[in-house]
C-alpha cells in the first residue's frame, strides 16, 4: 500500500496496513528551509506563486515522508478573489471594506475562471513532483471562517461583530455565507480538477459558536461546499478548533472525515462520530516539544485507545506551532509509520 | 425565597421558584462607575483596597440586583502572596521568577495567617452592605491555572512552557500544583471565614489540556482544593472554560456546580453531569449586543429545553465582555427574574 492508497483507503474507512500521516501546517516556519524562503518573499507572494507554492508544500514531504502533501496556500486568497483587500499587518491580516449592508454583500463577486489560478497551477507542479504515491489536498476556509474574518476585519477575537450581525440581521450573515459558500465550492472544485486527491475545509472558528448558532448559520453553509465538492468524487475533510461541543452537529455535515482537535478523546469522538465519517487527529501540537519516547508513547496510547481500525488519519490536533523542534516532528511521523 | 437561599438552594439542587443570575465578571469595564474608579486606581490597588473592591462588588448588585455578589480581586494575589512578583503591562500581567527548578518550588511560601486579609476585609464589607437577603462568592484560580500563569510568565496561550514541563519533568508540576492547591484551599476557606456563601473555583485554561493530560495534572489538583473548601460546608462552583471535551472528568471533582461555557449545548451538558453536579452557565456572552428581543427569547430558550429544574444557576458561559452595552446585561438579568 503506497501512502496515497493508504491515505485514500482512510479517508473512505477502508481497510488499511496503518494509519496515514500528516500535520496541519506542515509547509511552515517550523522549518528551516521554509524559513530560508520565507526571509526574502511576502505571505501572500508565496501564496501567489506556483513555483514557490509547490516548493514549500514539497518542503516536509522530502524532510519526513508524509503520506499527504497539502498545498501552501492561505485561507484570505478567496475573499480578495471576491473583491477584499487584504494587507498583512503586526497581529495579522487586515480586511476591507467590512460588510455591512446588503449592497455591500451585492458587490462581492463570485470567483470565475481566471480567478486563482495560482493555486491551481501549484497543485499541478506539486502533483508532478509527488508522482503517484503521495497523496496531495487542497483545501479552503469554510464559509463561516471567511465571513468571521471579513466582518472582524481581521482576526477573530470574540467575534462581537460577527455575532452581532447574526443576531440582529441574521439575513444578510446568511446571504454573505451563501456567497462564501458558492465561492468556496468553486475554488475546491478546481483544486480538485487540477490533482488534488482530497480537500480539507477549515471552519477553524466555528467552535467559537454556541450549537444552536452553529447549526443555524456555520454547519449550513459548509454542509453546502461539502455536498458539492462531494459530487466530484473526492473525500472532504472538515476541520473545527474546539470541535467537541458541535461535534455531534457537525458530523452530520456529509463531510467524510471529521478533523478532531486534541481538547477531546478521540475515543469519545468516535462515540459521537460513529459510522458517519472519518476522524483526523488529534495529538496536542505541544506534544511535539516533549521527549521523543514521550511522543512516541502518546502516538501508540491514542493508536491502542481507538477501537476502529479503520478510518483514522494520524495529525496534530492543531497546527504545527512555529517554534517546534525537528526532532519532535520527527518523532512524530516515525512513530505512527511504525504502528500496525 | 430571597436571593440568597434561591442561589444556594441552586447550588445543593434543591427545589426553588427559579433559577438564580450573576453573571461571571459582573464587578468589571462594561460599567461606566466601575471604570470612574478604574480611571484613578490601578487594578491591583483596588483588589488590595476593602473599600474599594467592596464598592466595586456592590456596584452591579445596586444596578441591577443580580442573586449572588462575586467579590471583586484577582486570581493573581494568591501566586504574588507564595513570593512572585505581579506587574501590569501593555498585554498582560508579567510574573517572575519562572519555577523551573526544585529549589525555586522550595523558596514558594504557603501563605498563612496575615496574608491576603485585604479580600477577607473586603467580603466582611459587602456582607454588611449585603445583609441577609443576597448570596456572596468569594473565588480564587485554580492550582492548574495558576501554575500556567506562573510557569508561561504571565496569559497563557498555547501553553508550551507549561507542556512541556509537564511532559518533560511532571514530578516538578505535581509540586508546584500541590503547593498551589495548599495555597488555594487555605485563602478559600479564609474567605468563608469571612462571609463567603459559596466559593467558586477558575480552572480556566484546564480546558486548553487534552482530556488525558487534564486527567492527570489539573482535575487531582482542584479535587484536592475543593475536598477541603467542601469541608467547611459551602458549596464549590468549577469553571473550565472550553470545558465539552474534559466535562465528565471534571464533573468527578467533587465540585457542587459545573460551570459550563456557551460552547456546549447546557442539555448535553446536563447528561454527562447527571445528578453529580449543579449547572452554572451558559450564555454566549456576545449575546448581549443581541437585540433586547433577541436575549430575553435566548434565556427561555435555554430554560425550557433543560429538562432539570433545579440545580441550575444561570450565568453567561464566560466574563461578561467589557464593551457589552448596558441595556443587554440588563436584558439577561431581567429575561432570568421573570421566568418560572
Redesign the interface.
Known amino acids: 500500500m503506497n501512502s496515497r492508497e493508504r491515505f485514500l483507503a482512510a479517508c473512505w474507512s477502508k481497510p488499511l496496513d496503518r494509519p496515514p500521516v500528516w500535520m496541519m501546517r506542515q509547509a511552515g516556519r517550523y522549518l528551516p528551509e521554509y524559513r530560508s524562503i520565507r526571509a526574502k518573499r511576502s505571505f501572500l507572494e508565496m501564496c501567489k506563486t506556483p513555483e514557490l507554492a509547490a516548493e514549500v508544500t514539497m518542503q516536509p514531504i522530502r524532510r519526513f515522508g508524509m503520506d499527504a502533501a497539502i498545498i501552501f496556500s492561505d485561507i484570505l486568497i478567496v475573499p480578495e478573489a471576491m473583491g477584499i483587500s487584504i494587507s498583512y499587518e503586526e497581529g495579522g491580516p487586515r480586511l476591507d471594506p467590512v460588510i455591512s449592508t446588503r449592497a455591500d454583500l451585492e458587490r462581492l463577486r463570485v470567483p470565475a475562471d481566471g480567478d486563482l489560478q495560482f493555486t491551481c497551477e501549484a497543485l499541478r507542479l506539486v502533483r508532478n513532483q509527488l508522482g503517484g504515491t503521495t497523496a496531495l489536498l487542497g483545501f479552503a476556509g469554510a464559509p463561516f471562517t471567511l465571513a468571521s474574518y471579513m466582518l472582524e476585519s481581521g482576526s477573530p477575537r470574540?467575534?462581537?461583530a460577527t455575532?452581532?450581525l447574526q443576531?440582529?440581521n441574521p439575513d444578510l450573515l446568511k446571504g454573505l455565507l451563501d456567497r462564501l459558500a458558492d465561492s468556496v465550492a468553486w475554488f475546491l472544485e478546481k483544486q480538485v480538477a487540477a490533482g488534488a486527491d482530497a480537500v480539507q475545509i477549515f471552519d477553524t472558528w466555528a467552535?467559537?459558536?454556541?450549537?444552536?448558532?452553529y447549526r443555524e448559520f456555520a454547519l449550513p453553509s459548509a454542509a453546502r461546499v461539502i455536498a458539492r465538492v462531494r459530487k466530484t468524487g473526492v473525500p472532504v475533510i472538515l476541520y473545527i478548533n474546539?470541535v467537541?461541543?458541535?461535534l455531534?452537529a457537525a458530523s452530520t455535515s456529509g463531510a467524510t472525515v471529521m478533523g478532531i482537535d486534541?481538547?477531546?478523546?478521540l475515543t469519545?469522538a468516535d462515540g459521537v462520530v460513529g459510522d458517519r465519517a472519518g476522524l483526523q487527529g488529534?495529538l496536542?501540537?505541544?506534544?511535539l516539544?516533549?521527549?521523543v519516547s514521550?511522543i512516541r508513547n502518546e502516538v501508540r496510547?491514542v493508536h491502542s485507545a481507538l477501537s476502529r481500525r479503520s478510518g483514522h488519519i494520524f495529525n496534530l490536533?492543531h497546527g504545527i506551532?512555529p517554534?517546534t523542534p525537528l526532532e519532535g516532528a520527527a518523532a512524530f511521523i516515525d512513530a505512527v509509520r511504525e504502528l500496525d
Open positions: 470574540e467575534l462581537i455575532k452581532s443576531y440582529s467552535g467559537n459558536l454556541s450549537p444552536s448558532d474546539g467537541a461541543g458541535v455531534e486534541w481538547r477531546m478523546d469519545a488529534n496536542d501540537p505541544a506534544m516539544f516533549a521527549p514521550r496510547r490536533g506551532l517554534s
